[in-house]
Structure formats: C-alpha cells, structure tokens
C-alpha cells in the first residue's frame, strides 16, 4: 500500500511540474549562423553573419538589437563556429564572450571578406585560440585575409 502512495505521490509531482515548465523556443524562428564577423569602422560597431544578416550601433548591445530587429528571423549565434574580428574591435572581444560559446574560434579579418565562403574555409584551416583560451591569455591571433578571391589564414 505504501509502494503505490509512492508512485501516486511521484506521477503527481511530475503531472505538476509538467504543467509549470518554462516556454519553449520555437526553432522554426531561429536563424543559426556558423560565422559571425565583429568591425569597428568609424566608432560604430557592425556584426554579420554568413547568413547575409548584419546590424550596427554605437555600442556591441545596440549592434546586436539591431542586427535581430532587421533579419527576418531571430538571429541564433550559439551556433557559431567562428568570430572574425577587426584589429580596431579586438578590446570588443571580453563582451563577445558572453554572446558566444567558449569554443567557438577566433580569428583577425582583414579587409573584405566573402561571408558566404569563409565558413568551408575555416572548416578546412581552423584558427588555433578559442574564446576560452583567448580568456585564459592566448593573445596570437591570425589573421583571415582574401586577395585576388583567394582566402589564407596567415600569423
């Protein structure tokens, strides 16, 4: 008698807690990005994504609101394999941490580059520090760089 009051007790707990859990996130609103690309040209702050989606503000908050209010679904960046960013928004990178996963690589850019193409060039030659070990003080970052359509990752 004792056992069944037991799992009574256990399948109503769960029946209760079931109907409490937290809303869910609809992935069909959800862009996810393997590349995201950080520049800082004339003091203001613009992100990209390999998606085509991008946004730019005074500071990184107001590029990131601006860069979910203008794609056409909510920019997922969890995803994100790599982080490209400009020499002039390297001191942007400690904020960067807290929009992107530990592992994710990180890597110099200079000048244009083609987004579209940089995530299968960075999955054949992938940037040696993440953004755990950039934390930890690995600082020598390579440098991302196209000429004449042709990308190379160079120390």
């Known amino acids: 008698m004792k056992r069944w009051l037991w799992y009574i007790g256990v399948v109503a707990a769960i029946a209760a807690l079931s109907g409490k859990a937290a809303a869910g996130i609809d992935v069909a609103k959800l862009q996810p990005v393997q590349v995201v690309r950080l520049t800082c ?14 946004g730019m503000g005074e500071t990184l908050k107001d590029a990131l609101k601006d860069l979910n209010a203008a794609a056409s679904r909510e920019v997922f960046l969890d995803t994100a394999d790599y982080l490209i960013v400009s020499q002039d928004c390297v001191d942007l990178l400690p904020a960067m941490m807290k929009q992107l996963r ?54």
């Open 41 to 54: 040209p004339e003091g203001e702050v613009v992100l990209e994504t390999d998606m085509g989606d991008w």
């Open 102 to 155: 530990p592992s994710c690589s990180v890597c110099l850019g200079e000048g244009e580059l083609d987004m579209t193409q940089v995530g299968a060039y960075l999955q054949q030659h992938a940037p040696e520090v993440t953004l755990m070990e950039y934390r930890a003080g690995k600082h020598q970052l390579k440098t991302l760089v196209m000429r004449e359509g042709r990308m190379k990752l160079v120390s």
